[in-house]
């Protein structure tokens, strides 16, 4: 009875914890190139139930049984956003499996944010002043126009080349972790030359979170934490009968 | 307490946030050389989880919310209205006027409609914009018109042609080049109201404007997208209303938890 009790408890726990991730998602549903997120639960290891004291042979083992649910891992799903035309040179999108390198202090990160900006000395950056990379490190484009092509290589108007994208891809995108200010960090070596995804100047990618898809999740997940209480509440009543009026004389 | 209702209320603040800035454009759309702003956004914090049993390279970064990323101007040049009138100026390509306020303090706009105002304690005219500032010429001083002005003509690179009687019936000219200046990231520039600009260390140092012309007689119009701001502000209200639903959802999850022993 008890047992139950607690995991019940732990089912309300790890509903919580779909609820901020849910919560997130909604949040950043207007955040570009922001990727959702998705909480994977699994149940406590399963353990025997076996009978003591019993002398019979043939019914020691009850069977399997687990003492509740815990939350396994959060899954990033990197489905492309949509794409929205702003028309603005500095808002770059990927098309494809591929990520924009940016370089802070604490070394070389991903970013799938379609908004940069150009500092005061003529570099590409990102709105946290992060530069973004190319083949051959800062991308130094100057005061006018510029234009890039769907491969990366960047052109200044007077046709001179610039340098190309530094777009990179993982082999495994769950190497990616997630740090804030829409940068991934992933462990060193894992980034590899991406050929072919393409670049879209003047675009910027959505997030990929579907609304009603995350109203479902958070009605699902309302209920299901409703029932966890119920479920908590009634086990609770049982024991208090069981303390209570057991043994009662009315 | 439960993050889940601070995580909702970082999406309601964000997206209040870009409810004002599109109604400062869409309040805007018919202001002279209005520049429309664009607000991002963009992932808060993460923090590392540790499932009980799941092993260290599982994957349990816990977000929190969504921070603005910047509020960028659009400086894509407005479309060209003809006014006619002979103090209207268009500037076609990067660049801004300099001006000067009351208190002596550099600024700059694109707003093109001067006037001739008398200057005080004389009988000349100076040319001003429609705050009462200053326009100044390429060497940062203030535009005196000469007395009896009969036309202001102007050339393409900013001059202005001045034309007055002289007397003896020959008409006398007087040129005067406007000062007109570009940044290295226009971005950068800190908007001071009234359609005025300053420069930051974002925007740099001011730098001649190269391949600006100006035209006499139009004005600039403001570069909202009305479509895209209405489009915009339906999706940052609907965003709203989800974080709020959000937020009394994971409140109403709140008070189960408390009800949980009555």
């Known amino acids: 009875m008890i047992r139950g009790q607690y995991a019940a408890g732990t089912g309300m726990m790890t509903q919580r914890r779909k609820m901020e991730v849910i919560t997130n998602n909604i949040v950043n549903a207007e955040t570009t190139g922001y990727k959702k997120e998705m909480l994977v639960s699994q149940s406590f290891d399963d353990v025997m139930l076996r009978k003591i004291n019993d002398t019979g042979e043939r019914s020691r083992e009850i069977g399997p049984y687990n003492f509740g649910v815990q939350s396994d891992q959060i899954y990033l799903s990197f489905d492309s956003g949509s794409f929205e035309e702003s028309g603005v040179q500095t808002d770059l999108a990927i098309v494809g499996d591929a990520f924009f390198a940016v370089q802070t202090p604490n070394g070389e990160r991903y970013t799938r944010s379609s908004t940069f900006t150009v500092d005061s000395e003529g570099y590409l950056i990102n709105p946290d002043g992060y530069y973004l990379l190319g083949q051959n490190g800062l991308l130094l484009v100057g005061t006018g126009k510029f234009s890039i092509d769907e491969k990366g290589t960047i052109a200044l108007e007077d046709g001179t080349v610039v340098d190309t994208l530094r777009l990179v891809s993982f082999e495994d995108n769950s190497v990616l972790r997630k740090q804030g200010d829409s940068l991934y960090q992933a462990p060193e070596g894992t980034a590899l030359q991406n050929d072919d995804a393409l670049l879209k100047q003047g675009f910027i990618e959505n997030s990929n979170v579907e609304i009603a898809r995350e109203m479902v999740d958070m009605i699902t997940v309302y209920r299901c934490y409703e029932a966890n209480q119920k479920i908590l509440t009634m086990i609770d009543e049982i024991a208090g009968k069981a303390v209570n009026e057991i043994g009662g004389l009315r | ?262």
């Open chain 2, 1 to 262: 307490m439960y993050e889940a209702i601070y995580m909702a209320a970082t999406g309601l603040t964000n997206q209040q946030r870009r409810l004002d800035t599109i109604a400062d454009n869409i309040s805007n759309v018919n202001t002279t050389a209005f520049k429309s702003s664009r607000l991002d956004f963009k992932t808060a914090l993460y923090t590392a989880g540790v499932g009980p049993t799941s092993s260290p390279d599982g994957n349990l970064q816990k977000g929190h919310g969504v921070m603005t990323s910047a509020i960028n101007k659009n400086y894509a040049s407005g479309t060209l209205q003809v006014t006619e009138n002979e103090l209207d100026f268009f500037l076609d390509g990067e660049g801004f006027f300099e001006i000067q306020d009351s208190s002596g303090k550099l600024k700059y706009t694109r707003a093109g409609n001067f006037y001739a105002s008398n200057l005080p304690g004389g009988d000349n005219l100076v040319l001003v914009n429609s705050n009462g500032n200053y326009v100044l010429d390429e060497n940062g001083q203030q535009i005196i018109f000469p007395a009896n002005v009969t036309s202001v003509t102007c050339e393409q690179d900013g001059t202005l042609v001045m034309n007055y009687p002289e007397g003896d019936g020959e008409d006398g000219e007087f040129r005067v080049k406007l000062g007109i200046y570009a940044f290295p990231n226009q971005t950068g520039l800190s908007a001071a109201g009234k359609s005025n600009y300053e420069p930051t260390v974002a925007s740099g140092e001011k730098i001649a404007a190269g391949g600006c012309t100006l035209v006499q007689g139009a004005l600039e119009s403001s570069n909202v997208d009305f479509a895209n701001e209405m489009t915009r502000m339906i999706r940052s209200q609907r965003a709203f209303s989800l974080a709020s639903r959000a937020l009394t959802t994971a409140d109403d999850m709140e008070g189960i938890a408390n009800n949980l022993r009555r």
